[in-house]
Nanobody, 128 residues
Framework: QTRLVESGGGLVQPGGSLRLSCAAS????????IGWFRQAPGKEREAVSC????????AYADSVEGRFTVSRDNAKNTVYLQLNNLNIDDTAVYYC?????????????????????WGQGTQVTVSS
């Protein structure tokens, strides 16, 4: 089955960390950029980060710059999003999607129809 699968979400206290994974099955991520998105209840979907196919290009939303780090391991066909110093506003369902490019988050499309593959999401809850 061809799909992206996110994992690694959970419940964490403010200031805590999580590492999200985005694993591809049925196809190779090697030549794909990957975007990370999040959506909290009642809020619009937000583009959080992306990474280019080689890993050289990365981008972050202002809201997560300096706290989140995106990386990839093409040998494992997986992209990661390290979430550090989490706060309550980071609570959301996090999604990954495959794309042809990584670009500035302010103009990065958030419509799932713009992407080849879109994962089912993983819940991140930050609460004390």
């Amino acid at each position: 089955q061809t799909r992206l699968v996110e994992s690694g979400g959970g419940l964490v206290q403010p200031g805590g960390s999580l590492r999200l994974s985005c694993a591809a099955s049925g196809f190779s991520l090697r030549y794909k950029a990957i975007g990370w998105f999040r959506q909290a209840p009642g809020k619009e979907r937000e583009a959080v980060s992306c990474i280019g196919a080689s890993g050289a290009a990365t981008a972050y939303a202002d809201s997560v710059e300096g706290r989140f780090t995106v990386s990839r391991d093409n040998a494992k066909n997986t992209v990661y999003l390290q979430l550090n110093n989490l706060n309550i506003d980071d609570t959301a369902v996090y999604y990954c999607a495959s794309s042809s490019y990584c670009g500035p988050m302010k103009t990065y499309p958030t419509d799932s129809e713009e992407y080849d593959y879109w994962g089912q999401g993983t819940q991140v809850t930050v609460s004390s």
